[in-house]
């Protein structure tokens, strides 16, 4: 089946403005989660969503990130007023319910902040 | 092993040897714990995964030691082959809790694979 699809692929922007990523999910997953790669790093965790239950925010590096999942699927991921060092590949992910840790990534969203 | 600067560690294995990445995680606390292979321009994959109740676990082509006592991972890949070439993760799931008794994965750095044909 499809798996984790994100948009766009890339993105560019300049300092100052606000951008949205999106996730679109493995259907039927309930869990979605945001990480952050910057080049040469690791996975930095954002944020995780559980099907109705609040999202665990504690992984947002400011509070100029947010994020929402509608309707326990789409998700999509804002920051506001971008700085050069949000640039990075942030990725997507998503898990069939809880406690499940194979979780299945998307391509990720290239943001490059001019 | 996992590197902590910008340069990713790199090992690079000629073509049908093994290879074996390593991985030093820090919370004793961790029962879980994951490999993944990112290519380039993609998002990571799942490799293997094993529980602390367990000190090896072997997959296809792919073998993951835990050792508990020196909290070491490692990944093993029998015959390494060009398609190996990749940025292998390690994760633990003992550092951040989410409540509701949900444990989010904390990836170490990477570690670069590079296969001589």
């Known amino acids: 089946g499809a798996g984790v699809s994100q948009s766009p692929s890339n993105k560019v922007t300049e300092k100052g403005k606000d951008v949205e990523l999106r996730c679109d999910p493995i259907s039927g997953h309930t869990a979605l989660y945001w990480y952050r790669q910057s080049l040469g790093q690791g996975l930095e965790f954002l944020i995780y969503?559980?099907?109705?239950?609040?999202?665990?925010k504690s992984g947002l590096p400011s509070d100029r990130f947010s994020a929402e999942r509608t309707g326990g699927s789409v998700s999509t991921l804002t920051i506001q007023r971008t700085q050069q060092e949000d640039s990075a590949v942030y990725l997507c992910a998503s898990s069939q319910g809880h406690p499940s840790y194979e979780q299945y990534f998307g391509p990720g969203t290239r943001l490059t902040v001019t | 092993g996992e590197s902590v600067g910008l340069h990713l560690p790199t090992l690079s294995v000629q073509e049908g040897d093994n290879s074996i990445i390593n991985c030093a995680y820090s919370n004793s606390a961790s029962d879980y714990f994951i490999w993944y292979k990112q290519e380039s321009g993609k998002g990571p994959q799942f490799i293997i995964d094993i529980r602390s109740n367990m000190d090896k676990r072997q997959g296809q082509r792919v073998t993951v030691l835990l050792n508990k006592t020196v909290k070491h991972l490692s990944l093993q890949i029998a015959a390494t082959q060009p398609g190996d070439s990749a940025v292998y993760f390690c994760?633990?799931?003992?550092?951040?809790?989410?409540?509701?008794?949900?444990?989010?994965?904390?990836f170490g750095k990477g570690t670069k694979l590079s296969v001589i044909p």
């Open positions: 994760a633990e799931n003992g550092q951040r809790y989410s409540g509701a008794g949900s444990y989010q994965l904390t």
């Open positions: 969503f559980q099907g109705n239950s609040a999202p665990d």
